[in-house]
């Protein structure tokens, strides 16, 4: 039986929807004399960790996954894009904020369920200080809201991916911060 949230449903070379699974990663196209064979790789995603005033921001995610929860301003790697393009890429897009400078700071594994089709990511997470945050402005299509939040006032249950609960413990780890915050 086909796991049809998480198998390739056609071949891209002839269109034949039947697979055979060589491993968790990799199917066979089942009719092709050609032996193709697709992959299923990891998507590439980043985080940002902006500091301010000893507070991070932090998104409110406004859909799925993680509707509602918080979030670092982040996303996709696009086609072409390096880690630290992405990042402020993204960060520009959501917050509209020009990082002064960006750090990175570790990479954790994720899952992503999106629509019912999972996902897997290794989202690299990022560090910038900035010494002003007063051009922020929202894309209201990603984010919600966005909070500065001190962090020990974080609480895992309100963060939407383990993989930025574990970015998160890694700064507060090299900073020599206490916080609750169990990944």
């Given at each position: ?14 269109g ?5 699974k ?5 199917y066979q196209?089942?009719s ?16 940002v ?14 859909k ?64 910038s ?10 894309d ?15 609480n ?9 609960r ?18």
């Amino acid at each position: 039986m086909r796991n049809l949230k998480n198998d390739p449903l056609f071949c891209p070379k002839c269109g034949n929807g039947s697979f055979i699974k060589k491993s968790y990663k990799e199917y066979q196209c089942e009719s092709s004399a050609y032996q193709f064979i697709i992959y299923k790789n990891v998507a590439a995603a980043v985080g940002v960790i902006i500091v301010y005033n000893e507070k991070i921001v932090m998104t409110v995610r406004a859909k799925n996954p993680g509707k509602n929860l918080l979030d670092l301003p982040g996303g996709f790697v696009d086609k072409d894009e390096n880690y630290e393009e992405a990042a402020k890429r993204e960060v520009k897009e959501e917050l509209n904020i020009e990082l002064a400078n960006l750090a990175y700071l570790c990479s954790a594994p994720n899952t992503y369920l999106y629509k019912n089709i999972e996902y897997r990511t290794l989202d690299s997470i990022f560090v910038s200080y900035q010494d002003s945050i007063a051009e922020i402005n929202i894309d209201k299509k990603e984010i919600d809201a966005y909070k500065l939040v001190s962090l020990e006032d974080l609480n895992s249950a309100d963060i939407a991916f383990p993989s930025i609960r574990a970015g998160i413990q890694v700064y507060c780890e090299l900073n020599r911060q206490k916080i609750g915050l169990n990944p």
